[in-house]
């Protein structure tokens, strides 16, 4: 009797460890399972951005590969430049307002207010000019000069006998008010006499079109060499726009690249900006022609 009932209980603890392992690894393979869960469709909803055109073609390839990554979200990223993010946010019409500039240049300080900052890369902002134009660099001086109507004719600044052709962006582009501050020194563009373009690809299609034409495009849209063709990128004061350049602070003409959210970033809105500027996403942010903020050594 005493055999038989040492025999039940070594039976019974026997059973118990098995019935604990058991346990275990369904623990662990519903774990694992809800892991590969989440890391696919684990975040979902919908938000919009809209805004900087110069900020957009970023924004579109991050929302692409971060729906790969997460199949039940949304993200919608529309332009109409950085005065239209940053209203558009300010007034909880998209999640995010995408921008060259700081919202308190754009917007009523009571609405900026309400607006919380996301820098997110930089982009550098040049001259461009018709291929025809064969002047390479130009001053500070010089853009002041040609951009306020002062100087009409670019053999005034060392090139052929050929009138300039002013090409400007909306009041409401974040580029442009960008190089205005830095290359302009804040002076106010010639009225009236000056075409405007709405957009980077009517710039640059308008550019290639009139001959002796001037305007500004940022690296991001001239990191594309089918958008360079035809165009002639300017030296600014003797120096080049590279990504070097701009990082260390020989080129002056570049502005953060901002995401802004009403109040603090949640949930798919949080996420799609941590994304944006984490180191699954840098390699991209370069190859677009943008410069990480991780790599600027200039500061605002």
């Known amino acids: 009797m005493k055999n038989k009932s040492l025999k039940s209980i070594i039976s019974a603890v026997i059973l118990t460890v098995m019935v604990g392992a058991l346990a275990g690894c369904s623990s662990e393979d519903s774990a694992s399972s809800s892991n590969t869960d989440t890391g696919k469709a684990g975040i979902t909803g919908s938000i919009t951005a809209s805004g900087s055109t110069a900020l957009q073609p970023l924004a579109e390839e991050a929302a692409k590969l971060f729906q790969e990554k997460n199949t039940k979200a949304t993200i919608t990223v529309q332009g109409g430049g950085s005065g239209t993010g940053l209203k558009d946010s300010a007034a909880g019409n998209v999640q995010i307002g995408n921008s060259d500039v700081f919202a308190e240049e754009k917007l009523p300080k009571e609405q900026a207010a309400l607006l919380v900052d996301h820098k997110v890369c930089v982009v550098g902002i040049a001259a461009v000019v018709n291929e025809k134009v064969t002047v390479t660099n130009l001053t500070k001086e010089q853009l002041v000069d040609i951009f306020t109507g002062k100087i009409k004719n670019w053999k005034e600044v060392g090139g052929s006998d050929m009138k300039i052709v002013i090409l400007n962006r909306p009041t409401s582009s974040g580029t442009r008010a960008t190089f ?121």
Do not use: C
């Open 180 to 300: 205005k501050k830095y290359a302009l020194g804040g002076k106010e563009e010639a009225q009236g006499t000056a075409l405007t373009e709405d957009s980077s690809g009517s710039i640059s299609k308008t550019l290639k079109a009139t001959d002796g034409s001037i305007s500004y495009l940022a690296s991001s849209f001239l990191n594309n060499d089918a958008n360079k063709q035809g165009l002639k990128i300017l030296q600014f004061g003797g120096v080049d726009m590279t990504p070097e350049t701009i990082a260390s602070g020989k080129y002056d003409i570049w502005s953060y690249e901002h995401m802004y959210t009403k109040g603090e970033a949640t949930d798919l809105t949080k996420a799609f900006i941590d994304y944006v500027t984490g180191a699954d996403f840098k390699a991209t942010v370069t190859k677009l022609g943008y410069i990480p903020i991780a790599d600027m050594k200039a500061t605002r």
